[in-house]
């Protein structure tokens, strides 16, 4: 579609932006939402991004039609503000070195995957936390829901903050409604190839 669009006319600049809304916690379709997306223009008061570094755009080599690119060298920064060692599982990278993650853009993807290492750091590191183990799956982290867990992933030097309320579900509540377990959303598999950041 955005091909069409860009060689319906050639004066237009060929790129397009997101801008995500925070999902309430009310019914859906109750509460309107504020996000939006643009071909071609940038949205009025956040014209900065287009003086942002230029990240390359990979050719997925498995055929996955996705949004990709390179995170920086250990470049996701624990909640105890260290840098995480990583590194890639893509035998030969073309782009990036060995640590260098390569990363998926996904706008609706629920939860991200990473190495377990990589998810071990993050949520490992957390007063209380828990590892819950599962008979039908890899298994996730369980962390106390009062805790601000802050990450940051960087890109091209620049640290992107992501959102303590991206990091947790909740999972019980009690009769009050007050989350008594709370979830990790970053969660790992046995059989990784990307990092996946996501917008829930």
Known sequence: MLDRIFRQNLTTPNFLSVLLSRVSDDLPGTTPQTGQLTVGSVIPGLESITSMKHLPALVDQFGVQHWETVLDANGIIGPDGVAIATNTTIENPTVGAEDQLHVVFDTGFTFPQVQQSVADAIYG????????????????????????????????????????????YVEETDNNGKPTKCGATVSWTAKFTYLIIYHN
């Open 125 to 168: 590191r957390v007063p209380g936390a828990e590892f819950i183990t599962q008979s039908s799956a890899p298994g996730y982290w369980r962390i106390p829901c009062d805790y601000e867990l802050n990450i940051s992933f960087v890109f091209s030097g620049v640290k992107y903050p992501i959102s303590p309320l991206d990091m947790t």
